[in-house]
């Protein structure tokens, strides 16, 4: 098999094939090409007049308030009363309970999945409810009345500022999953351009979609990659080569993610020219050793677990119980002696390391 087979996958499915699940063997099949969004393709005049209530103050809550008083919309902030509604009337915000928020016109529910279903939230009936993760709706843990829409930005809340001061953009995922007035549409667009979140573009997606690739990304990427370092690292130790030198090679150097950033910057096939013609050799000619290992296989088996709620309710059981397998597995993910020998290591190499004394 050529070692470039994988990327002409990519390069088909991108021109809209579909491709068996067994064998990857394209079945010649046209699909809907996927939409995207950009601020000329929204109208901030969509939410005229309307007032936009933000639940939750913290991650997601907090940037997006401000960015979205910042581009003119009327903007309330409903939180329990805590600490995050200390800040919210730091900020300038009429800081209410989280049950008026059911008298808006948008209401942006941005708090963790886990807490959603229980907020009791009564929209009216001419409403919009947007959520910042599909998850909810995707596995049917929260159905209020009226529009309902997905704005998912694809970064981390304190960054989704950032970016909005900074005049810069983000990717966003953005998908209408019940349009009763015929407005969702048009309303969620004016939030996503409202937050910054249409300057890089949006991609259209269903909440379920955004769901599944979410889970899968910590489900089948994540462990994936966990087990090919261990891998690794037990290989190149079997050799002699130091711990030290094994971990700046994978982390502290930042090679890894200097390359991970061209690859969103420039691409797969311009990033290679940033390596050696050894290195260049070395990657393409020994990509295909791997081929007999039969990943695909674990991955619909997990896949399968997500798609058919299966996880959704495993993980509303353990949430239930008081997370003890959760305990149970990060304790075996980071003992003592882990979190040692990682505080050690990134005491001498990590980013804030300095000579010993």
Known sequence: MPPQWSWQIL?????????????????????????????????????????????????????????????????????????????????????????????????????????????????????????????????????????????????????????????????????????????????????????????????AMTPYQEAVLDLAVEQLLSPVLTHVNTNFVLVLLELGIPLEAITTELFYSGEVERNYRLLREIGFVAQLDHHSPASQYGQLSRRGRFDHVDVATTMRELIEDITSGRFADEWDAEAAAGGPTLAELRDQHAGELMKAVEADLRAKLGPSASPAT
């Not at 010649?28 to 005049?45: H, P």
């Not at 907020?119 to 159905?143: H, K, M, Q, W």
Request: hydrophobic letters at 40%; a negative charge; charged letters at 20%.
């Open 11 to 203: 390069a088909q499915a991108w021109r809209g094939h579909q491709f068996a699940s067994a064998d990857c063997l394209p079945i010649w099949e046209s699909k809907t090409m996927t939409d995207f969004f950009y601020e000329q393709d929204a109208d901030l005049g969509a939410l005229a007049g309307q007032q936009v209530a933000v639940v939750g103050y913290g991650n997601q809550g907090r940037p997006w308030a401000l960015n979205m008083r910042d581009s003119g919309l009327s903007v309330s902030v409903h939180v329990r009363a805590d600490e995050t509604r200390e800040q919210a009337i730091d900020d300038g915000f009429d800081a209410g309970d989280i049950a008026d928020a059911s008298s808006a016109d948008v209401i942006c529910v941005l708090i963790p999945d886990d807490s959603i279903p229980s907020l009791g939230l009564s929209p009216r009936p001419e409403a919009l409810t947007i959520v910042a993760s599909g998850y909810t709706l995707a596995f049917d843990r929260f159905n209020p009345d009226g529009d309902i829409a997905m704005v998912a930005p694809r970064m981390l809340g304190p960054e989704v500022r950032r970016c909005y001061e900074e005049g810069v953009g983000f990717i966003t995922a953005v998908g209408v999953h019940r349009d009763v007035t015929g407005s969702a549409q048009d309303r969620m667009l004016a939030v996503a351009r409202a937050i910054g979140g249409l300057r890089q573009g949006a991609i």
